[in-house]
């Protein structure tokens, strides 16, 4: 609970609380849970202050010294902290709501955390503050204005940017991870760190791919492993076609390639379309085996229209395809079927049957 002799010397007014705070260096003011006796405390010295629970909207702290301050729970809605130093504050669930803190100093003290994880910062003026090494975890942003921030390094997990200003923003090193971004706007961001050329891109999510990927060779070489080697395989899942998709999963493994296997529940919240687009986009080529199809038309009919990647499909015995699958055969990327007679003839035959006119169209497609 707030100390009334700390109280007391705040409500003398922020001249003679600087002087207090001057004269009294190792004491840790108390002002928890309590309303404010002022309203305005424009350059205040509150540095490592425990606020607790404070209840105190549309208070004046432009200019205020916070750094290190407790703020857990504290409602300071609609407040001015303009240039204030809110560096290594604890602001956990703080209510920020509608606050002005532009030119505000939020980064860390010795590469720790801010903790703004929580925070209510819904319809916040953040414009051009320094937010380096916050935590934003769980934090609700929507319709905040953080255009030109500096938000290097901040941690974004779950962080709620929907209809946000972003435009312009520093966002070197962002962990943005399950990020709300619906009608954000994300302009000129810039991915790189102070002292290189800057590289700036329109989306938060892609921004932090991009890095690793430019700067790392691992990322890089995964990349290249993706799109020179995956094959993205289509089939039925029965016991008894997988069997067979199993041993062709197997030899494209020893011929060098990295094989996708199609055979999982669709995520709830995306459709099927979306799914095997996007898997189809990442491969090589792609191997469908049309023998009792099951899943295969509708998975077919999503990818040929749109992706332009080889189809090397596959029938066995003297099955015949589908009567729709001929339709497909207008996309020059959509091969002839190669017919075998069983997983021992195709095994013996697997690159005549399998990989050579598949990768003779990547190539074609290439050029």
Sequence with gaps: MAIDAHVEALANGVKSWNQWRARHRRIEPDLSFT?????????????????????????????ANLSGASLIDTVLNDSDLDQANLSHAFLFKTDLSQCTLR???????????VK??????????????WLEWVDLSGASLRGADLAGSDLTCARMIGTNLSGSVL???????????????EGAEQRNLVITKDGEPAITVDDLELAHFLYQMLKYDKV????????????LMLGRFTPKRKQVLDRIRDRLREEGYSPIVFDFAVPADRDITETVTTLARMSRFIVADLTDPASI???????????????????????????MFKDYWKYPWVLEPKRYRNPATL?????????????????????
């Design 116 to 129: 703004l994880d929580g925070a209510d910062l819904e319809g916040a003026h953040i414009k051009d503050a």
């Design 167 to 181: 435009t312009g923003a520093k966002v070197y090193g962002v962990s943005p991870w399950s990020v709300k971004l």
């Design 220 to 231: 890089r070489r995964v990349l290249d492993t993706i799109t020179s080697k995956a094959v």
């Design 35 to 63: 309303a404010l006796p002022v309203e305005d405390l424009e350059n205040a010295d509150l540095h490592d202050a425990n606020l607790r629970s404070v209840v105190a909207p549309g208070l004046r702290l432009r200019g």
């Design 347 to 367: 095994m013996a035959n697997f690159n005549a049957t399998v990989t050579e006119a598949a990768e003779a169209k990547a190539a074609e497609l290439s050029r």
């Design 103 to 113: 030119g505000a100093d939020l980064t860390s003290v010795h590469g720790e955390w």
């Design 297 to 323: 038309p509708k998975e077919l009919e999503a990818i040929a229209p749109r992706v332009a990647v080889p189809v090397q499909p596959l029938i066995q015995g003297n099955d015949r395809p589908y009567s």
